[in-house]
């Protein structure tokens, strides 16, 4: 973990700089503020945080991480929202009830990010799509065998990240 003085340092030499990369990247200041404010907690939390050689390679592969998460986030929103906007007015949800699903979306998508793109393409297919495994693996171009390996990695994925008590 970095010393609270490495890390003052590593802020006041490197906020400007990160800020501004990230200005360019996102094209609005406000993201890029709330972008770098992350990056910086990202350091912060990480308690096996190395002596830095170079601290701006460092904290940019962090924040080009985050800025993958806030436009895949703001994909899953534009979708959900234009699902809604097709639902007849009195189906529609309440606010309350859109942020909730929005915010279980975005858990779920960041859930499965850790699985390779196969495995991931075959949980969706099967729990989204409702396909069999003998329609995934014929889709995807493995065996049905594959398919069922892909289901468990997956699975098993899902239940070590949902359970709090999962080491």
Request: net charge negative; proline share 5%; aromatic share 6%.
């Given at each position: 973990?970095?010393?609270?003085?490495?890390?003052?340092?590593?802020?006041?030499?490197?906020?400007?700089?990160?800020?501004?990369?990230?200005?360019?990247?996102?094209g609005?200041?406000?993201?890029?503020?709330?972008l770098?404010?992350?990056?910086?907690?990202?350091?912060?939390?990480?308690?096996?945080?190395?002596?830095?050689?170079?601290?701006?390679?460092?904290?940019?592969?962090?924040?080009?991480?985050?800025?993958?998460?806030?436009?895949?986030?703001?994909?899953?929103e534009?979708?959900?929202?234009?699902?809604?906007?097709?639902?007849?007015?009195t189906?529609?949800?309440?606010?309350?009830?859109?942020?909730?699903?929005?915010?279980?979306?975005?858990?779920?998508?960041?859930?499965?990010?850790?699985?390779?793109?196969?495995?991931?393409?075959?949980?969706?297919?099967?729990?989204?799509?409702?396909?069999?495994?003998e329609?995934?693996?014929?889709q995807?171009?493995?065996?049905?065998?594959?398919?069922?390996?892909?289901?468990?990695?997956?699975?098993?994925?899902?239940?070590?990240?949902?359970?709090?008590?999962?080491?």
């Amino acid at each position: 973990m970095l010393p609270p003085s490495d890390l003052g340092t590593l802020y006041s030499d490197h906020h400007g700089w990160l800020q501004g990369w990230l200005r360019r990247k996102m094209g609005n200041a406000c993201d890029a503020a709330d972008l770098a404010h992350d990056t910086f907690l990202r350091v912060l939390a990480r308690r096996d945080t190395p002596r830095l050689l170079a601290p701006r390679a460092y904290l940019g592969a962090i924040a080009r991480g985050l800025v993958a998460d806030f436009f895949r986030h703001q994909d899953i929103e534009r979708a959900y929202l234009d699902a809604l906007a097709a639902l007849p007015e009195t189906h529609a949800p309440s606010l309350e009830a859109r942020a909730i699903v929005l915010e279980a979306l975005v858990a779920i998508d960041t859930m499965l990010d850790g699985l390779k793109p196969a495995v991931r393409q075959a949980f969706l297919l099967s729990q989204l799509d409702g396909l069999t495994y003998e329609q995934i693996a014929q889709q995807l171009g493995v065996t049905k065998r594959t398919v069922s390996n892909y289901m468990c990695t997956a699975i098993g994925h899902c239940v070590e990240h949902c359970d709090p008590l999962a080491p």
